[in-house]
């Protein structure tokens, strides 16, 4: 099943620090499971960067009320009331928040993953992920402390760092 969280996160570490070609984007929508067509100009992939900063602001948070701040701003000032679609019956039930089912892509990937993030940390009552030492956003799906790197790789280059520096 596919993890909006993680989407997200996907897509602000393609769209960030820039420039992402309409190729890589879709690249990681595909992947993700987004239905073709899928139909990139650089005005979409502009309106997805602008919403990668915000979304990245998330990622960033150190704290849980951190987090939940940022959150609720983007939910504030871009989310609509809430509704229930299948896209004309194309898929199973499902939550939107954004304008309408062909919103703009940049709406979509704010909106969609800001509501994705804010059920993260609900369910988890702390920051839905952070910024790995090599820059990458994560998504924490650990069940115990924080999680502080995006994969087991970064985690081993830190501490082998670490240990040097202290040698």
Known sequence: MMDPAQRAADLVNVLLPGPATAAQVREVL?????????ELGEDDLAEMREAAVVLREVFAAET???AAAALNVALAEHA????LTTHDGGF???LHVDSSDDAPWGEWLL???????????TERQRPPGGICACGKSFV???RG?????????????????AHRARS
């Not at 595909?30 to 239905?35: I, M, N, R, V």
């Not at 909106?111 to 940390?121: C, E, G, I, P």
């Open 64 to 66: 849980t009320a951190a």
């Open 30 to 38: 595909l992947a993700h499971d987004e239905p073709e067509p899928i």
């Open 140 to 142: 924490d799906t650990g």
């Open 111 to 121: 909106t969609s993953s800001s509501l994705a993030l804010a059920f993260r940390l």
């Open 145 to 161: 402390e924080r999680k502080r790197y995006c994969s087991s790789r970064c985690a081993t280059r830190a501490r082998v760092a």
């Open 80 to 83: 609509r009331p809430p509704r």
């Open 92 to 94: 199973a039930w499902h």
